[in-house]
């Protein structure tokens, strides 16, 4: 159930659900936007569902549920770059991912740069007084993210707000602000299903799917001819070939268990304060990279 807060003049609270076009970048947001794409509206995709808290529960590996420019649709070295100019909203957007500030780099460089062909509910994170403050939010189709290697959006371009899959409750409870747009209807809303959950025809199977390519690849819409194209996950900077002995593989981490690494200790380990390298450059031609499907 939703949670209920009660005022001090005993009105009742409904918490909300925020609708973020999208190029919108919310309130208090993480850092300026990385987006480099503008604003596209695809069609949706027709996916496997099934029924969850009054929206439509996919997997996030799904062939077209998220689609391609043929470019790179968000800068991961601006975004890791701005985060390490500023300690505290580093600090806070890591805690949000589970990881260490050291460990951004390369947990930038598991996800994958894609748009959104579905309103899709997450929960958001802004960032205030030093804080990650959470809500839950709808982002509209056409909003450039990245994801994981399992398909999670983990955070919206135009903010960089980290982001966690959305909350347990019923999404009727919620009550919505900001602006619909046009087609916005919570029966076409989809929630991106984790933690060891896949969705079949019919219903959502609580209990691990087959174990997984050792190479993950995520099939996208190429938006330019409405091909799907064969897309391998992360891979996004130039970083060191070798990656540190204590930084966790965050692709085989998100493939194997579909769910953020537990947070470890800041202050130990031989990568700490490799979070504030400055990073080169997005391969800007990653995304073009893409195969046609056979």
Not at 89 to 109: E, K
Not at 159 to 180: H, K, S
Request: proline content about 9%.
């Amino acid at each position: 159930m939703n949670q209920v807060y009660v005022s001090k003049t005993g009105k009742t609270l409904i918490p909300g659900l925020a609708l973020r076009s999208a190029d919108d970048p919310g309130p208090d947001s993480f850092t300026n936007s990385v987006a480099l794409v503008n604003k596209t509206q695809p069609a949706l995709t027709q996916v496997s569902t099934a029924e969850s808290n009054g929206v439509r529960a996919v997997n996030g590996t799904d062939p077209g549920l998220y689609a391609t420019t043929g470019t790179a649709s968000c800068d991961a070295a601006s975004l890791g770059n701005q985060l390490a100019a500023n300690p505290a909203a580093a600090r806070a957007w890591a805690g949000v991912q589970g990881i260490r500030t050291s460990d951004i780099p390369w947990y930038l460089d598991s996800l994958t740069p894609v748009v959104l062909t579905a309103d899709t509910w997450v929960t958001d994170y802004s960032y205030r007084s030093g804080n990650a403050v959470a809500y839950q939010a709808v982002l509209q189709s056409g909003t450039p993210v990245f994801v994981d290697a399992a398909g999670v959006p983990r955070v919206v371009c135009a903010c960089g707000n980290p982001l966690r899959p959305p909350a347990a409750a019923p999404i009727g409870g919620y009550r919505i602000t900001g602006n619909r747009w046009p087609g916005y209807t919570v029966n076409t809303t989809y929630r991106v299903t984790y933690n060891n959950t896949y969705v079949t025809n019919q219903t959502i199977v609580n209990q691990a799917p087959p174990a997984p390519a050792a190479a993950p690849v995520l099939r996208l819409m190429d938006l330019r001819s409405d091909v799907l194209v064969e897309q391998p996950v992360g891979g996004i900077l130039e970083l060191p070939a070798q990656r540190p002995s204590d930084v966790p593989d965050f692709r085989a981490l998100a493939v194997s268990n579909n769910q953020a690494p537990v947070l470890r200790d800041e202050g130990g380990g031989a990568g700490a304060g490799a979070g504030r390298r400055r990073l080169g450059r997005t391969r800007r031609g990653h995304e073009a990279a893409g195969r046609p499907e056979r």
